[in-house]
């Protein structure tokens, strides 16, 4: 089977004392579609091979109708070092037009704002090949 590319997504940058030019930054972030019980959501998520599961928030799990607080609870960190809860859930996830079973978190601790979910090791890294290239600001999947 084929892979599917993905341009990274551009988004604006604050300036810093070291960065003191840059005005945007890119990162690898794709359309994702997740499905419980036949509703079906589109979603955004930054693919981050730093990230141990997949993790929405949970604003987005109510929308498809999961009760998320009565799903299995874990606690993650990240790198501010600061734990945060999220419930899981099995749901179908829709990524380059393939559909896959996916143990994904759903979080309160993550804004409703906040404009993407994350893809992590356990849910898509185990599920795809993945290659990055920053040069071209594309991410190329291909399913396992």
């Avoid at 300036?15 to 079906?40: D, L, Q």
């Avoid at 099995?90 to 979910?117: E, N, Q, R």
């Amino acid at each position: 089977m084929a892979g599917m590319k993905f341009p990274y997504k551009q988004l604006p940058a604050n300036h810093s004392v070291a960065f003191p030019k840059r005005t945007k930054i890119y990162r690898p972030i794709i359309p994702v579609t997740i499905e419980y019980n036949g509703k079906k959501v589109g979603y955004e998520a930054l693919i981050d091979s730093g990230a141990d599961w997949n993790i929405f928030p949970e604003a987005l799990g109510g929308i498809i109708g999961i009760d998320v607080q009565k799903g299995a609870i874990d606690t993650f960190g990240g790198i501010g070092g600061g734990k945060f809860t999220a419930y899981f859930h099995d749901v179908t996830l829709y990524i380059g037009g393939w559909p896959m079973k996916a143990w994904c978190g759903f979080s309160p601790d993550i804004p409703p704002k906040v404009a993407h979910g994350i893809l992590g090791q356990n849910g898509f890294f185990d599920e795809f090949i993945v290659k990055f290239e920053m040069k071209k600001l594309e991410v190329e999947i291909k399913k396992i």
